[in-house]
């Protein structure tokens, strides 16, 4: 099994719509990321979440929301999408406590390749 | 901003011992060296991390000097499968904290 799963891997969608990207975890992890990659390949961190708690938030556009439904789930939603968007999002889920290494690595799902036309 | 600098890129012959260093002169007590990799199209992955003590899995080696201020990963036995950007970060290890990725060192393994 998948230990985190994105869907859609692509998504072409056009300037101005909404879009959503899903994450889920089946590590049992406490805390669930969000981080893009630009065409530089430079790879930032955008959110994320402990327990569905919101607490990290880079300098992100309004237009980015992440909702956490549970602690296994990380979806982030994307309104009036621009050009600048394309972008491959990642996400990626950690232990943050009580782990047996105490290493608490993040493990990183395939990606979702957005491309705004 | 990232706290580590690497060499952007580098090649090893398969079969040989591949060994990536790292810099990091700024880093606090109470931060870990963490080496992820991204072969190409998918999520990075982790390799290894250590705080001043050389450590080694199934993976890689990572060599830690005395001093922290510098580090090297080493892949004891490269495979065109290795080839891939390789990142070194530093970071404390409590609570969830987001990875800092710099432009990494791009590995390529030649048959």
């Known amino acids: 099994d998948t230990a985190v799963s994105q869907t859609p891997k692509y998504l072409v969608t056009q300037m101005g719509n909404d879009k959503s990207i899903k994450c889920e975890q089946n590590?049992?992890?406490?805390?669930m990321y969000w981080y893009k990659q630009d065409s530089k390949k430079f790879l930032k961190i955008m959110f994320s979440?402990?327990?569905?708690?919101?607490?990290i938030n880079e300098t992100v556009p309004n237009r980015f929301s992440p909702k956490s439904p549970d602690k296994a789930h990380l979806n982030l939603h994307i309104n009036s999408l621009e050009l600048g968007d394309s972008a491959v999002y990642f996400c990626?889920?950690?232990?943050?406590?009580?782990?047996?290494?105490?290493?608490?690595?993040?493990?990183f799902g395939p990606g979702t390749r957005l491309t705004v036309t | 901003d990232a706290k580590t600098t690497q060499p952007p890129s580098m090649d090893c012959a398969e079969g040989r011992a591949a060994n990536l260093p790292c810099n990091h002169s700024t880093i606090s007590g109470n931060e870990y060296v963490y080496w992820y990799r991204q072969i190409h199209s998918q999520g990075p992955q982790y390799i290894i991390h250590?705080?001043?003590n050389n450590e080694t899995n199934e993976m890689a080696s990572l060599i830690i000097t005395e001093d922290r201020k510098s580090s090297t990963l080493i892949l004891p036995h490269a495979t065109l499968r290795d080839t891939a950007v390789y990142y070194c970060?530093?970071?404390?290890?409590?609570?969830?904290?987001?990875?800092?990725f710099g432009q990494g060192t791009r590995l390529t393994i030649n048959p």
């Open positions: 590590l049992g992890h406490d805390t």
């Open positions: 979440y402990n327990n569905k708690e919101l607490i």
């Open positions: 970060i530093v970071r404390v290890i409590q609570g969830a904290q987001k990875l800092v």
């Open positions: 250590g705080l001043k």
């Open positions: 990626a889920s950690s232990r943050t406590q009580g782990g047996a290494s105490g290493a608490y690595e993040q493990y």
